[in-house]
Structures are given as C-alpha cells and as structure tokens.
C-alpha cells in the first residue's frame, strides 16, 4: 500500500525554524519527484519545494527559496522541509506528495503529483 505520513508541524513565532519529515511507504518507483505542497485557509494548494530522486537538483518557489531547504533520504525512504525564518504568512496545512517521473517539468504543481500524505499543520505568530 502506497503511504506517505507527514509530521513535525507546530507553532511557532515569526523568525523560528521547524523540520517536517515525511515518511514514505510503497512507492513503486525508481526515479521518483517528490515534494512539498502548503494550502492556507482560503486559498488554492502551491508548491513549495520539490527534489529530484538522487537528491539533486532541488527547486523553490520565490516565496520560500533561501529559508526552507528539502532534502530526501532514500534509505529511511523519508523527505524533509527545513524551515528558517518561518513569517505568518507561512502559515498553512503541509503536505508531501510523490509521482512516477522524475522532476524535469512541473515540479511545483500539484496536478502533477499523484500521491499524497494528509498534511501536517504549520502555524507561525507575529
């Protein structure tokens, strides 16, 4: 059975940092994309950041790119979301997702993702 299980969300306050962790269960895939997505209250699902399968290259959306990093280890089958100098308008349910092809188009839009975790909740105070 294919699952992915976000955790390690939180509060926080403007300027702290937290990790998310997602593991990963029955992927059959080789030379996968995976990512982070976030859906504030109100709004549409955006990208955040997605990471090839050998860990390289990485992407960033313009509002995180130089505060969150994502990384994956293949042997714990796990993917991560650093983030530093977390701002309200970070605040938002997180979710990692996972597709069959590699990351050379779309990366960062949700259609193109086809496995999902439930989401693990970030909120960050001014």
């Known amino acids: 059975q294919v699952q992915l299980v976000e955790s390690g969300g939180g509060s926080v306050q403007a300027g702290g940092s937290l990790r998310l962790s997602c593991a990963a269960s029955?992927?059959?895939?080789?030379?996968?994309?995976m990512g982070w997505f976030r859906q504030a209250p109100g709004k549409g699902r955006e990208g955040v950041a997605a990471?090839?399968?050998?860990?390289?290259?990485?992407y960033y959306s313009d509002s995180v790119r130089g505060r969150f990093t994502i990384s994956r280890d293949n042997t714990a089958n796990t993917l991560y979301l650093k983030m530093n100098s977390l701002k309200p308008e970070d605040t938002a349910l997180y979710y990692c997702?996972?597709?069959?092809?590699?990351?050379?188009?779309?990366?960062?839009?949700?259609?193109?993702?086809?496995?999902w975790g439930q989401g693990t909740q970030v909120t960050v105070s001014s």
């Open positions: 990471i090839a399968h050998s860990g390289f290259p990485t």
């Open positions: 029955g992927l059959p895939y080789n030379n996968n994309c």
């Open positions: 997702a996972a597709r069959a092809s590699a990351c050379l188009w779309n990366r960062l839009v949700p259609v193109s993702y086809n496995v």
